[in-house]
């Protein structure tokens, strides 16, 4: 047996193993370094300012959508605001109308029982002074027989 050593047969591809030259050593073998740096600055804020635009739009798009949902949602909780206030307003009305039912029922009741107690008390006097009235007529009679007594008596 006979072993044959070839290293070329462990070599397949020799191309595989080249380095890759970078956009900036490709621009400064074409154009020099000076311009191959400007133009890396350039690449860079082209890239910079399309990444930026892009961003820009889509947040405004989105920003947009949001006012609007927003805007709604204020629209609606508004509306429930100035819906509350006039029930509030509604109910303070109702109220003021029933206190004053309520004031002038009590009024009333105070006038009906002032006007039975007056009643009351005038249909008291008048039964008193005619009670005096009817004593005193009374009185009269006895003291006109008494004085008649006496007169005939002397």
């Keep these: 047996m006979s072993v044959t050593f070839n290293p070329s047969s462990y ?9 890759t030259k970078t956009t900036f050593e ?7 370094p000076v311009a191959a740096t400007a133009i890396g ?22 920003l947009a ?27 303070i009305n109702d109220g003021f109308h029933e206190a004053g039912h309520a004031v002038e029922h009590a009024y009333d009741e105070v006038k009906d029982a002032a006007t039975t107690v007056y009643n009351g008390v005038t249909h008291a006097a008048s039964s008193v002074g005619d009670a ?21 008596w002397v």
């Excluded at 070599?11 to 380095?19: F, L, P, Q, R």
């Excluded at 690449?43 to 300012?49: E, M």
């Excluded at 004593?135 to 027989?145: P, T």
């Design 26 to 32: 490709r621009n400064s073998d074409a154009y020099g």
């Design 65 to 91: 959508d949001t006012a609007h949902d927003v805007g709604g949602v204020i629209n609606h909780g508004v509306s429930e605001v100035e819906s509350g206030l006039q029930s509030v307003g509604h109910a």
């Design 132 to 152: 005096v009235g009817s004593v005193g007529s009374k009185l009269a009679a006895y003291a006109a027989i008494g004085a008649q007594a006496v007169k005939d």
């Design 41 to 62: 600055i350039a690449d860079a804020a082209t890239n910079g300012a399309s990444s930026t635009v892009t961003i820009s739009e889509h947040a405004i798009n989105k």
């Design 11 to 19: 070599v397949t591809d020799t191309g595989a193993c080249k380095s």
